[in-house]
């Protein structure tokens, strides 16, 4: 019954299938600037794009500045390791995320330390987690040490999830109480703000991804944001093999990565970004559509942004009522049959194999999400041209 | 005077300048698939340009698999992670390479340990070799111990300079009597042959870039090879996040990455493979053409593909006598400013800041050509069309 019913109600607003997920709209000057760039022949480390595309994100995002990399996972990578994570350290992250959030973390010999996500926002909420630290950890020569491991606690890692500002602020208040760092995982929330601050830009670094999925794409790529200049500086540096400038020499000061992001992706990126403004456009009516048919449906509503905030509404996400969560996969079954690409969200990670040791609170909330959570078609380009 | 002498050879054969030392060509189909591939708005990780690159490249290089990456130095990392390096290994690298080959190895948690290269082809000699492993390990249980270190010597990563295959089949002897896995470093030999077979399918695996600056280029990326059915499918696991196939489950079964080459950058890699034949003849007539030139003078020489092997001859270089290695910045200073841009070879890894603790075996022939050894512009599209 129900599952019909999300068929239908999908059907009213984005037409007959078969309809991706999220596809990427190209309709202003991507073929101009690839082209321009081909044409430079500086289709790699070198070339103005690249400039060009991270004095574009941080105008848009209000960052002082931007990093350009390959991808979102990159991105957190180095932002944990500029934020001082290190072999036996936890870092906080929501179980509710990417896996790349916990892989980065890996990379830093660092161990995930999962946290569980509330239904306001999808994210991690403030006061429970203060509530959990104040009984497990301790503040010792003001770093955050974990009581039963005794291993410090370096740093959180909060997401905006499908593109819903997660309550940054209450969790910067936590960070601060407990010596954390803050590195904003805003690889789903390009154009999301918080009382009008663009997220990514409350912590010490923000990551941002331009994978196909997402709001806007550069191929394969993603961008670190930072207000501090020393830290743009080495994040310049060590995503760029650590080379010291030098018009012939090869000196390399500390182990680099090799993690900047192409010309010709950078080219890709330039013209996505002067067409976000339109796409969120786009994917706000689209959000205004399917919330006229599934308000009227029960058992199941649509996740809003939350108060104060503006979502870019990156994945369109239906939460069905508990009672309903038994009928999460006839939905994706039907739906995805009818032509519909629907998914549920991400397998918890603490529940992955290679993660399954690591230290958690209770993670009700994100397990109970995760049962009722599907992601419905979100493409901008959905709901055609609009005034 | 010699210093002129090399300004005036070099505008003999190319001309007046600005000429830059390696510029990539883009001469086919390039525009034409990266258009076709906007056009279908897969730019990023689903699309069928990464899988026609693969076979493309397979089918070119005669490895039974070739994994499309997103560098050279993410192929290094994930093939020396697949070859079994751990966490306080060593790994025998040449210390006249890139510093990737030490990050790679640095990444995986082990330690470079620098041999040193021979004037012959520039890359490691692999008697002396076995003579050094001789003196400073003993084989305990299949393994290689560093008798100094009581550290194991997992693998061996011989790289081919400049395009110039290295002595892969005497070093595959030596891997071969010590246990090392032997990774072939071919990010600058694409095109480079050892007995009519391809660099890079030696090893049990072999590393490529399309960097740039490379012969052929994707704006970024790289390639593993292999011959192992079972290796190919780990590799493009664990460079593609480890995910285990489902329609629309998120599992992820180990500690994946986020390496895998963008859609786009793969049409760009198609292009570019086509024209690869061409670009290796009008590579070998650049020789060719620098050849009559520089025979012609004293105190200098410029390299040529060892015997039995076809180089790609991917940069030009010049190789000062040891009693003209004083003149080498002069050269380089002059070129520059005439507008050739020429450079030294890399400054040996074992002498920068991060590895200078690293293991090594005397570098004496290393550091001799470090000083005697300098690239000249090499371009392709220097010698214009030729029949």
Known sequence: MLPQKVVDAIHSVVGSGPVGLHEPSFEGNEWLYIKECLDSTFVSSVGKFVDRFEDDLACYTGAKYAIAVVNGTA?????????????????????????????????????????????????????????YLNNISEICNKQCVNKKTGKIIRAIVPMHTFGHPVDIEGLLSVARDFHLVLIEDAAESLGSTVNGRHTGTFGLMGALSFNGNKTITTGGGGAILTNDPNLAKKLKHLTTTAKVPHQWEYVHDEIGYNYRMPNLNAALGCAQLEALPKILKQKRELFNRYQKVFSMLDGISLIKEPENCTSNYWLQTLLLDISQSNQRDQILEVTNEAGYMTRPVWNPVHNLIPFKDCPRMELTGALSLSQCLINIPSSSGLVGAIL
């Open 75 to 131: 991105a957190l990578h180095i932002a944990l390791k500029l934020a001082g994570v290190q072999q036996g350290d936890e870092v906080l992250i929501p179980t509710l995320t990417f896996v790349a959030t916990a892989n980065a973390v890996t990379y830093c010999g660092a161990e995930p330390h999962f946290v569980d996500s509330e239904e306001k926002n999808l994210g991690i909420d403030p006061y429970t987690l203060r509530e």
